[in-house]
């Protein structure tokens, strides 16, 4: 019995192509080869089989007696490769069971997020899964992604803790922002003189980029510290504190009046979001499947690491 390997349905690829085509002169552009090679390549499948596949010569090309029955044989074969890859491309693309995916707070009105989009993109598959999204501060997201609770989380994760794969997914434009209340709303002063007014002010910074709001500020004590945008954000509405907030959140108290963003040229900054995966353990595939979404529906980012 023959035993086929990959030359062989190559082999049989140009034997087809050939028939299909109505010889080897005819054959040469489809397969971009020489009517040498061709012929050579002809030489070897008919060894390979032993048999006399086709007459060629002056009075033309047509296919022997054996050489019928193996064009319908490869016809067949080459149907069933097809429906095989075409059966496995459906079985790669169906995921099934449940994907953990942790986020930090407040990323909704972020038009440059990437996770609407990704999730939209990810069920519209037909994927036979179940999403669970938990919502936390980073350094608890890290945890749990340690320790297997999230397959995956979304953030701020200035510090790269061993254990953890990083990748940049992209930017948060960030302000520096006041109540209405506060002494400064409404102030348009700029460079060293408001540097020393802001040196006076209470400053609220978000504990897991603490030191790199202060430095941006030159001040080297914060007033009150939270972990999460949200209680940022009351204490900034309040009037008795300053602080950097996402600017896409902060601009639904702008347009009502309730916030003011101080020096808005010199003073924004810009965030980094990264994806963390656990290091060292093979994805399982919902989460593979997810991480190429992610990388598609990103616009600054580039292909995300693999595990």
Same mark, same amino acid.
């Given at each position: 019995m ?7 349905? !190559?082999?049989?690829?140009v ?9 080897f002169?005819a ?12 012929s050579?390549q002809m030489?070897?499948?008919e ?12 009075s033309?090309?047509?296919l022997?007696e054996?050489?019928v029955a193996?064009?319908?044989?490869t016809?067949r074969?080459l149907?069933a490769?097809e429906?095989?890859? +075409?059966?496995?491309?459906?079985? !790669?693309?169906?995921?099934?069971g !449940?994907?953990n ?15 609407p ?11 036979d ?20 609770r999230l397959h ?8 790269h803790v ?6 940049p997914?992209?930017?948060e ?5 006041c109540?209405?209340r ?7 002063t ?6 020393q007014?802001?040196s ?5 910074v978000?504990?897991y ?11 080297? !004590? ?20 300053l ?15 309730? +916030? ?9 900054? +810009?965030?980094?979001?990264?994806v963390?995966?656990r290091?060292?353990?093979?994805a399982p ?11 598609a529906?990103?616009?600054?980012a580039?292909?995300l690491?693999?595990q």
């Open positions: 023959i035993q086929l390997h990959d030359v062989d349905l !190559k082999l049989l690829r034997f087809a192509t050939i028939v299909r085509c109505g010889g002169s054959a040469q552009a489809a397969l971009n080869a020489g009517q040498s090679t061709i050579e030489t070897h499948l060894t390979r089989l032993g048999v006399k596949l086709c007459q060629r010569g002056r033309g090309f047509r022997t054996q050489g193996i064009h319908e044989a016809q074969l149907s490769v429906t095989f890859c +075409m059966d496995a491309d459906v079985l !790669k693309q169906h995921i099934s !449940k994907l995916l942790g986020i930090i707070d407040t990323t909704i009105t972020d038009p440059d997020s990437p996770i989009r990704t999730t939209q993109r990810f069920v519209s598959r037909g994927h899964v179940h999403l669970s999204v938990y919502v936390g501060e980073p350094a608890e997201l890290e945890e749990r992604v340690l320790d297997g995956l989380a979304i953030g701020h994760f200035p510090i061993p254990g953890l794969l990083h990748s997914l992209y930017q434009a960030l302000g520096l922002y109540g209405r506060h002494p400064l709303f409404g102030s348009t700029e460079g060293a003189e408001l540097l007014e802001i006076t002010s209470r400053i609220v978000r504990g980029m603490q030191q790199y709001d202060l430095e941006h500020l030159g001040v080297s !004590k914060a007033a009150a510290t939270v972990d999460n945008i949200e209680a940022l954000a009351i204490l900034i509405i309040s009037g008795a504190y602080g950097f907030l996402p600017a896409h959140f902060a601009a639904q108290w702008i347009k009502t009046g309730e +916030m003011h963003q101080l020096a808005p040229q010199s003073l924004q900054l +810009m965030s980094p979001f990264d963390i995966t290091r060292g353990t093979a595939p919902i989460l593979q499947a997810f991480l190429e979404d992610l990388a529906c990103s616009r600054t580039p292909a690491k693999k």
